[in-house]
């Protein structure tokens, strides 16, 4: 089993940062891709933005030139570097990975249980 865990939610004016992080945990051989995602309400899951473990990174239109996708092997972890937020980035921001686990040496798709991002106008 392989666990994911956000952190770094929270509330902020427009205009403002904040930096998520997702870390994960457990029988893990390799992860491969990972994502930011989010889930405003009453509307469908969005990608936000991904990264291969090669670090080829793709970004939603709504969110290039202000969000930034980056992560640490070593540390298992994935970040957003949120800047110049807006009140439509306000959602439940959930990361996902693409993980080849141990001893099966298969691979699985997680999900963390998500961030609130509020973006107060």
């Known amino acids: 089993q392989v666990q994911l865990v956000e952190s770094g939610g929270g509330l902020v004016q427009a205009g403002g940062s904040l930096r998520l992080s997702c870390a994960a945990s457990g029988s893990i051989f390799r992860i491969n891709a990972m994502a930011w995602y989010r889930q405003a309400p009453g509307k469908q899951r969005e990608l936000v933005a991904g990264t291969t473990s090669g670090g080829t990174t793709n970004y939603a239109d709504s969110v290039k030139g202000r969000f930034t996708i980056s992560r640490d092997n070593a540390k298992n972890t994935l970040y957003l570097q949120m800047n110049s937020l807006k009140p439509e980035d306000t959602a439940v921001y959930l990361c996902?990975?693409?993980?080849?686990?141990?001893?099966?040496?298969?691979?699985?798709?997680?999900w963390g249980p998500g961030t609130q991002v509020t973006v107060s106008s």
């Open positions: 996902n990975a693409d993980v080849t686990t141990r001893p099966a040496i298969r691979r699985e798709n997680y």
